[in-house]
């Protein structure tokens, strides 16, 4: 109650002033989308360095990481927040795809019991989300149980979400089939390794909160 | 509602001495399985080898996290969030953690309390 009370009076006080505003800005997704590969340009276009590490192996995130302080400018606007970048959320998580992906069965198994607990951890921080990034893997298909659970509970809780679809330079790419899934939502279209369209992204970004 | 022992697959009611200060067989981990999922909960446990069950229970020990040296108070997992079908393999209930129920109960002090925040506590809190 009181946080909801201290929220609703942070976006009065926003809206009166209108300057530079401070939020943390989460980035969510289902695993191997490409969240800390956006951190990392995010990072390293803003503030000169990279937020993490990023492998080909799903679940290499498996705790909350946060940038501090990070300003953007496009267009005249500007914003700056907290980056927070999270594991990626699944409904399954067997040690057998790690070993599958070259890992020890030792190794495997301590992976996924710390990737599910990421996976908890990353819904705790949800309610502290002022905003939220969702990313997307654009060459899978968007209507899974994960990406339809993350993008409704945000839309209950009010946070506001822009959708990334993630990996364009890839053949396999349907941005048609995102733009379906998720009609009545702003979506930017990048590629976060190779840096396609990041400028677009940006603005999305301002225009959306500011 | 059943409590199962995760070691030597005991049954316990709500309420049962054996929860709060854990199993006959020593076992300090149990699953909460709810009625209509018990056969199904049954079948899963019961293909569990010995060697299987400790690992699980350490597992899920590790994954509650933040339990203070010598604190073997028992903990319940909440089978309807999360399961450990084998050591190394878990489902996850999407609706059910964003909904923030409970995902373990810890018991102490001759209660049993539902505690996630003590349990789960943030990378963030941490440094505070």
Same mark, same amino acid.
Request: charged share 35%; with cysteine; aromatic share 6%.
């Given at each position: 109650m009181i946080q909801a009370l201290r929220k609703l009076l942070d976006k009065f006080l926003n809206s009166l002033f209108k300057k530079k505003k401070h939020i943390k800005l989460g980035l969510y997704g289902p695993p191997n989308?490409?969240?800390?590969?956006?951190?990392?340009?995010?990072?390293?276009?803003?503030?000169?360095? &990279?937020?993490?590490?990023?492998?080909?192996?799903?679940? !290499?995130?498996?705790?909350?990481?946060?940038?501090?302080?990070?300003?953007?400018?496009? *267009?005249?606007? &500007?914003?700056?927040?907290?980056?927070?970048?999270?594991?990626?959320?699944?409904?399954?998580?067997?040690?057998? !795809?790690?070993?599958?992906?070259?890992?020890?069965? *030792? &190794?495997?198994?301590?992976?996924?019991?710390?990737?599910?607990?990421?996976?908890?951890?990353?819904? *705790?921080?949800l309610d502290d989300m002022d905003v939220v990034i969702v990313v997307l893997d654009s060459t899978e298909d968007p209507f899974s149980q994960v990406n339809i659970t993350i993008i409704g509970n945000l839309q209950a809780r009010d946070i506001p979400v822009l959708i990334v679809a993630n990996k364009i330079d890839l053949k396999k790419s349907d941005m048609k089939r995102i733009e379906s899934a998720f009609p009545q939502y702003k979506i930017a279209s990048i590629s976060a390794k190779f840096g396609n369209n990041i400028d677009n992204f940006y603005e999305a970004l301002l225009d959306m909160v500011n | 509602m059943p409590h199962q022992c995760v070691r030597c697959n005991a049954f316990y009611e709500d309420g049962a001495s054996e929860i709060l200060k854990g199993c006959k067989c020593g076992g300090k981990l149990f699953f909460y399985i709810r009625k209509e999922k018990l056969e199904e909960a049954k079948n899963m446990t019961s293909n569990l080898s010995e060697e299987e069950s400790k690992e699980i229970e350490k597992d899920v020990m590790d994954l509650v996290g933040e339990r203070k040296e010598g604190d073997d108070t028992p903990v319940v997992l909440d089978l309807e969030s999360i399961r450990v079908l084998k050591p190394g393999k878990y489902e996850l209930d999407l609706v059910h953690l964003f909904k923030g129920d409970p995902v373990v109960f810890k018991t102490g002090d001759g209660k049993y309390m539902i505690d996630i925040v003590e349990t789960f506590k943030r990378a963030g809190e941490k440094e505070k």
């Open positions: 989308a490409g969240k800390t590969t956006l951190a990392n340009k995010i990072c390293t276009d803003w503030l000169g360095e &990279e937020m993490g590490n990023v492998s080909d192996v799903a679940h !290499e995130t498996r705790e909350i990481q946060i940038k501090e302080q990070i300003s953007i400018k496009a *267009k005249g606007k &500007e914003l700056s927040f907290n980056l927070v970048d999270t594991p990626g959320i699944a409904t399954k998580i067997d040690f057998e !795809e790690f070993i599958k992906a070259g890992m020890k069965k *030792k &190794e495997a198994k301590i992976r996924a019991k710390e990737a599910t607990k990421g996976v908890i951890d990353a819904i *705790k921080w | -």
